[in-house]
């Protein structure tokens, strides 16, 4: 395996600089809101110089966090003598790492991807590695790392078609961001390809791993699933999952024509982003429904057969109380969400044709017919006649063991950790000769 370059400097580098600094007071009016976490964002927290040798592993948020999970406690039992300082980009991730209560490991919010912020971090907290899940390339961020010689392992590496194309309009700043990464593991074979387009080394290019199949199945607040359970009958219930911008008036359409067929029928709706709560409920109130609130504490019932789920952190609640599972971001281009959390949670499936983040994924479970593929309104609408609770107890268990399939076959997160001791010894042995 060939040792990353020092990436050198690009004109479209110096312009991230530049707008950067340009950001720099809408960045000070957020820390000023922020108040308490202002010190994890300017690199402040932590230790002056981790005793522990530490290794940096950084999420965006809740999903790539609990993804990477089986990769930190693998570290963790393999390497008694690496710490882990875990940040991430929501006070809701900070809260989940912090809720695993795991030996040795820190969780702050990250720095933000300035220079002098990284430089801050990097002095307290000393990181041998850097591992980053998913799409968090930081331009300075990786930089930073290569200029210290430390190795930057990517896991669950993943690069749309859209995005990639972004990149190669900017050639030498995707080399310098290639050039800082010493491995990277894909979710698929499509993102492997595109970062091997962009000038990825092919000996820095380790097996394709999609880290969501591995990650253990979130478990529901109980004290919550015990009171709305009640009111929300598992056989009649949808949840829409992770929905975007263009997803909710069809599902809205297909639940009216379920709920005109069946007043028993329920729908949990669940945006991704929830600040798009008033906009949705608009929609709502379109479709001729009326709903509850979940950040108002509002019960759903049969005047208001719609649960308008605005609040974070509870998918496997919403798993747990529906039958059937409507996976978001794939009735419009973006790539669609995970399927793992419906199949460990015993739901039926459904998913629109946009499902390139997971694509070899819905294609085995839609060959198995564990998931139905839907199109549009009508076809959700056809697809909710069908499935009553013996379908759905079918479908689920098919999808259960078509993932279950997958995982066996698949290399897991123990590769990525054989990644990682090889990459630290080789940038140990450095320091050794270098010193």
């Known amino acids: 395996m060939s040792p990353p370059a020092r990436p050198s400097r690009s004109v479209a580098f110096q312009g991230y600089r530049l707008l950067l600094m340009l950001a720099a007071p809408v960045l000070a009016l957020r820390l000023w809101r922020e108040g308490a976490q202002a010190s994890d964002r300017l690199g402040l927290a932590g230790p002056r110089g981790a005793r522990t040798p530490t290794v940096w592993l950084h999420g965006a948020s809740n999903g790539e966090l609990a993804s990477a999970r089986p990769v930190i406690e693998r570290l963790l039992a393999r390497r008694p003598d690496l710490a882990l300082v875990v940040t991430c980009n929501t006070l809701t991730g900070r809260a989940l790492v912090a809720g695993w209560d795991l030996p040795r490991v820190a969780v702050r919010l990250a720095p933000y991807d300035y220079l002098w912020t990284l430089r801050r971090f990097a002095a307290r907290w000393q990181p041998r590695a850097l591992i980053l899940i998913e799409s968090e390339l930081w331009p300075n961020r990786l930089s930073e790392m290569a200029r210290q010689g430390r190795p930057v392992l990517v896991a669950g590496a993943r690069l749309s078609a859209r995005s990639a194309a972004r990149w190669e309009r900017l050639p030498g700043l995707a ?32 097996p394709v791993i999609d880290l969501k199949a591995f990650a253990p199945a979130p478990v529901p607040d109980p004290d919550a699933l015990a009171r709305l359970a009640p009111l929300l009958p598992r056989a009649q219930t949808l949840l829409a999952a992770s929905t975007h911008e263009g997803e909710e008036a069809p599902v809205l359409a297909a639940f009216a024509a379920r709920y005109r067929a069946d007043p028993g029928a329920r729908l949990i709706l669940v945006p991704r982003h929830p600040r798009r709560a008033p906009e949705i409920a608009a929609l709502i109130a379109r479709a001729g429904l009326d709903h509850a609130t979940r950040s108002k504490g509002d019960p759903p019932g049969p005047a208001r057969p719609v649960l308008l789920a605005d609040t974070m952190g509870e998918m496997a609640l919403w798993v747990a109380l529906a039958g059937t599972s409507f996976v978001g971001g794939s009735l419009v281009p973006k790539g669609g969400h995970t399927p793992f959390e419906p199949a460990a949670g015993g739901s039926a499936i459904l998913h629109g044709p946009h499902v390139a983040n997971f694509a070899d994924t819905y294609a085995a479970l839609d060959r198995a017919g564990a998931a139905i593929p839907v199109a549009g309104a009508e076809d959700l609408a056809a697809a909710l006649a069908a499935l009553d609770g013996a379908e759905q107890t079918r479908r689920a268990a098919l999808a259960q063991r078509t993932i279950a399939a997958l995982r066996a076959e698949a290399p897991g997160p123990d590769t990525l950790v054989d990644a990682l001791d090889r990459l630290l010894t080789a940038s140990d042995a450095k320091d050794t000769c270098d010193g």
């Open 175 to 206: 080399r310098r961001l290639t050039g800082a990464i010493s491995y990277l593991s894909a979710q698929d074979a499509g993102s492997r390809d595109r970062f091997a387009a962009l000038g990825l080394p092919a000996d820095r290019i380790g």
